[in-house]
């Protein structure tokens, strides 16, 4: 499955509020700036606590997912200043935590609900008002929505 296609699924499959809802200002002047920027402890706490529990063992596959954000959002090679978008993506399962790879590839195989509890959606855009501004955003995924997605971009008749 493309990338794209498996965000576009994960769009149309999230509901609820925004679980994370923060907004911060895009500083590159020092690093000091860069690790304060952006508040991450509520998402990491929000991750840790769906994982230990919506996983019955490995609950603690998610700090290598959380390794990867605090990569990707901070620090001088922090993809988040090359980039104006940034997504990812956890699937929790019963027996740990995938990253988009994994949900990307059973998605397209067996479908998301059969493997997952719960998916969520990590997204860093420019705030609508504020152009210096950037929007950090964590919403759940129904894995249903998701598959159903999926099952109509295959079979456009499916209703």
Known sequence: MEREELYEALEYGKFGKDLCNHRFQ????SIHDRFNGIWLSGLFSLLIKEAGRLCDDYASDMFYDL????RDLNGNDAVLFKQKTYRNVVGIRDMGVDHETF???????????YHYRAIYLITVTPDEQYEDMRK???YKVSPSLVDSYIKKRKNPYLV
Not at 26 to 29: A, K, P, Q, V
Not at 103 to 113: D, F, I, K, P
């Open 103 to 113: 949900v990307s590839l059973r998605a397209e195989q067996e479908g998301c609900t």
């Open 26 to 29: 895009l500083d590159d002047y």
């Open 136 to 138: 950090l955003s964590c």
């Open 67 to 70: 390794q990867d954000l605090y």
